[in-house]
């Protein structure tokens, strides 16, 4: 026996590996996975071996592919929402298969979902700047919607980083609902965490700047110049942030970073971070220290620590100022009601992560080797006992020795950090790179071998990590089993394709205690640059399989008055403009001609009046920007002026019968005299 011939040595000597290899007659359940008969007739398993053979596959390479591949027709267990970065989409994965599911369209259109295109043109035009389109933005944090702190399936948000704006998706379509525009920051990072209720998104800022968009000068940094957190508060009933219900906290202009919300014991307090205590504004061309060392010069930055119920009693009270006439509560405020206290922590952080009983807050700093682990009984402790020295800006900085309950030195640039349900936490290592794992204190830590708060062991990923996702990762009761290493490069993982590489998502399978952690798959990512994500057990999800009635408009879930039925197409004309009531079913649209005047304004409805599952149409009108996506029962209105006269051929962009092709119509533009 050649060396080489592994999988039936292995089998030859008991191994389970390869179920039934004793018997591959492929007469009954013993041959193969589910009992079915082989394609491979009797020798399924001298089938693999030659693939392995023949791709040069070691064992582990199956066991892998084995543990990730989905046939067809079964499902994943878990689903993973991915930011877009810069993309301004999300990203829907199958987890473990890492299948893309689908791209929703946020901040960006997205022609094949006719988001931004008819559907969707609203909910875009909402999140202008400045009476401004922008039709981008840079996801960074989706945050799924949560019930007693665990994932309940019906929400996700996520912000855009670039203008300071934060989106609501509905998870029973998948789809877009809302673009809320910071009315008084430019930039956000901190965004979006929800508290364990769902009853406020927070939004926390990025880079200071003036409040409002005002000018000032760089050199009035300190007095003109803040920073920020917002508090949006969430309606569930009507699935909307309700704007009315928001307000802000000021805050000094460090620069805040991530938040995180605290649940069961912290629950009503926020924890964010900051970078560039410093107050460093830069200006390397007039020779001041460029900001990423200007930003970098003290040891410690600071930690916030808000108590996020007393904030929102001061809000409700009216103790507020307004800004651009969004409601702040001022810094003085803060510090005089005891809302916000810092506390030091490594310098230049990145991350903020409680853990899944509220009892800890994990920071690391880019800078240094450790996570700190803060205790939030010594917090509270600390604050009573009023062990504080304020900072320049009056803000109580509590005492660090009297609010830290470990550090663990786990290795070069950690990030983020995440925690599953054996009491292990986990922590990006950005410039190793590699992924760290290391026991958890207090409760947590008697579910696992290790000693409380010890470094346990590492895996490497490629290359240079940004966020980790742990399945269920972010709730009171993370599921573990496995981690996403979401990686910023790429390098050699994948077929060159020009110089800008994709992003690659390491699958990592951490069910096992100890030091063992394997990766077991890579996915490329070819859009935007993913940040964040998070993972929901694929069964919590109730989506719909086609609208729950006829002439449904997914804008805002509910029937329209006025939209197109079945058997009373028609083309109404009142003076120069023109009503168009129009179906589609497989496989035509009626009315087929449409004529009207150069001049017009055409206000078309379409309704695709099927009931069948998967039965989209589409509506693709030449020359007029403009697709729509009409999925089973879905309502649209389009409204343009037909200014360019001509005979348009229409049709439906979605493959949907054998006479697709033939589903068209002529839209015909008669010239003006
Ligand atoms: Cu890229 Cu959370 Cu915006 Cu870290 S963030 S990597
Ligand atoms: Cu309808 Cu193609």
Same mark, same amino acid.
């Given at each position: 026996m050649k060396a080489k011939r592994w999988i039936f040595g292995a089998c030859l000597m008991?191994?389970?590996?390869?179920?039934?290899c004793g018997n591959t007659?492929?007469?009954?359940?013993?041959?193969g996975a589910g009992g079915a008969t082989s394609?491979?007739?009797?020798a399924p398993y001298e089938a693999l071996q030659t693939v392995a053979e023949e791709r040069n596959l070691t064992p582990d390479d199956l066991v892998a592919a084995a543990k990730t591949f989905m046939p067809s027709g079964r499902h994943d267990e878990y689903m993973m929402f991915a930011s877009g970065g810069h993309g301004g989409q999300m990203i829907v994965i199958g987890v473990p298969?890492?299948?893309?599911?689908k791209i929703i369209g946020v901040f960006t259109p997205e022609p094949w979902q006719g988001y931004g295109y008819g559907v969707g043109q609203d909910i875009l035009a909402s999140g202008k700047v400045n009476g401004k389109d922008i039709l981008w933005g840079d996801t960074h944090h989706p945050a799924l919607s949560e019930t007693a702190g665990d994932y309940d399936g019906q929400f996700v948000f996520i912000n855009d980083k670039a203008n300071a704006r934060i989106a609501v998706i509905d998870?029973?379509?998948?789809?877009?609902k809302q673009i809320v525009k910071n009315?008084?920051?430019l930039s956000d990072h901190g965004g979006t965490m929800v508290t364990p209720n769902t009853d406020y998104i927070i939004e926390g800022g990025q880079y200071g700047h003036p409040l409002g968009w005002d000018y000032a000068p760089m050199d009035e940094y300190v007095e003109k110049y803040r920073g920020m957190v917002t508090i949006w508060k969430f309606d569930r009933k009507a699935g909307r942030i309700d704007e009315s219900q928001s307000f802000a906290l000021e805050l000094p202009p460090y620069w805040q970073d991530l938040f995180d919300a605290g649940k069961?014991?912290?629950?009503g307090w926020i924890f964010g971070n900051s970078f560039n205590t410093e107050l460093a504004t830069g200006g390397v061309e007039s020779g001041a220290p460029p900001f990423e060392a200007g930003a970098s010069q003290r040891d410690n930055d600071y930690m916030h620590v808000i108590n996020l119920d007393k904030a929102v009693e001061l809000f409700k009270a009216g103790r507020v100022d307004l800004i651009k006439d969004f409601p702040v509560l001022s810094l003085d405020t803060l510090i005089e009601e005891g809302v916000l206290y810092f506390i030091p922590e490594p310098k230049s952080p990145h991350g903020i992560d409680v853990t899944p009983d509220g009892a800890f807050m994990v920071v690391s700093g880019k800078l240094d080797p450790h996570v700190t682990v803060y205790s939030f009984d010594k917090i509270m402790a600390t604050i009573a006992a009023k062990n504080w020295e304020p900072d320049q800006f009056g803000v109580p900085v509590l005492d660090f020795d009297s609010c830290v309950e470990a550090q663990i030195?786990?290795?070069?640039g950690p990030l983020h950090t995440q925690f599953d349900n054996l009491g292990y936490a986990y922590t990006s290592l950005f410039l190793e790179p590699s992924v760290a794992r290391w026991s958890l204190g207090g409760?947590?830590?008697?579910?696992?071998?290790?000693?409380?708060w010890t470094m346990v062991g590492k895996v490497p990923v490629?290359?240079?990590?940004?966020h980790i996702a742990v399945a269920e990762?972010?709730?009171?009761s993370p599921d573990g089993k496995y981690l996403v290493s979401m990686n910023?490069?790429?390098? @050699?993982?994948?077929?060159? $394709? %020009?110089?800008?590489l994709p992003q690659n998502f390491q699958l990592v399978d951490?069910?096992?205690?100890?030091d063992t952690m394997r990766v077991i798959y890579d996915m490329p990512?070819?859009?935007?640059?993913?940040?964040y994500a998070q993972i929901i057990k694929a069964d919590k999800l109730k989506p719909w @399989?086609?609208?729950?009635? $006829? %002439?449904?408009?997914p804008e805002t879930q509910s029937v329209r008055l006025d939209y197109a039925r079945q058997g009373k197409e028609r083309i109404e004309r009142n003076g120069t403009t023109v009503d168009i009531y129009m179906t589609a079913v497989r496989s035509h649209f009626t009315p087929e001609h449409v004529e009207v005047n150069e001049g017009d304004l055409v206000r078309w409805h379409i309704t695709n009046v099927e009931r069948a599952y998967d039965a989209t149409h589409g509506l693709a009108i030449p020359g007029y920007n403009t697709n729509l996506s009409l999925e089973p029962g879905e309502a649209q209105t389009l409204e343009f002026v037909a200014d360019k006269p001509g005979v348009y051929p229409f049709y439906c962009?979605?493959?949907?019968?054998?006479l697709h092709l033939e589903m068209m119509g002529y839209f015909l533009v008669k010239p003006a005299e």
């Open positions: 008991g191994s389970s590996l390869l179920v039934g007659g492929g007469d009954d359940s013993s041959s394609a491979y007739g009797d298969s890492m299948r893309i599911l998870l029973r379509d998948f789809e877009t009315p008084i920051s069961l014991v912290s629950e030195e786990v290795g070069l409760e947590a830590g008697t579910k696992n071998p290790e000693a409380d490629q290359y240079n990590v940004g990762g972010d709730t009171v910023k490069w790429a390098i @050699d993982r994948f077929a060159p $394709v %020009g110089p800008l951490i069910a096992e205690t100890g990512i070819g859009m935007g640059e993913p940040h @399989d086609v609208y729950p009635e $006829v %002439g449904w408009n962009s979605e493959f949907c019968s054998a």
